[in-house]
């Protein structure tokens, strides 16, 4: 089992950027996915993108393409940059983990974060 814990979020300006974190802990295999989501209140979560951890191959969802940027390092922790924030960006955001390739579903992504809240003023 993989133990997930984010921070980094907080309130940011239309335009900004902030950069979340997201460490893991536990048996990590090198199949090992970390897929970042997002919830808006009233709506359903919403896969943001995702980090393929043996070969750092990366994947996102056309809202944040070109926006955000997902990287690792080698000591288990993952990154979310987050550029031209948007207010429709603003959401609470988690990491999640799978073993499941190239998957962008909730239901296969096992161990989640606490979640972190991002707020994105106009």
């Known amino acids: 089992q993989v133990q997930l814990s984010e921070s980094g979020g907080g309130l940011v300006q239309a335009g900004g950027s902030l950069r979340l974190s997201c460490a893991a802990s536990?048996?990590?295999?090198?199949?090992?996915?970390m897929g970042w989501f997002r919830q808006a209140p009233g709506k359903e979560r919403e896969f943001v993108g995702a980090i393929t951890w043996s070969s750092a191959r990366t994947y996102y969802a056309d809202s944040v393409q070109g926006r955000f940027t997902i990287s690792r390092d080698n000591a288990n922790t993952g990154y979310l940059q987050m550029n031209s924030l948007k207010p429709e960006d603003t959401a609470v955001y988690y990491c999640?983990?799978?073993?499941?390739?190239?998957?962008?579903?909730?239901?296969?992504?096992?161990?989640w974060g606490q979640g972190t809240q991002v707020t994105v003023s106009s």
């Open positions: 536990g048996r990590i295999f090198s199949s090992y996915t």
């Open positions: 999640a983990s799978t073993y499941v390739s190239g998957s962008s579903s909730p239901r296969d992504f096992g161990s």
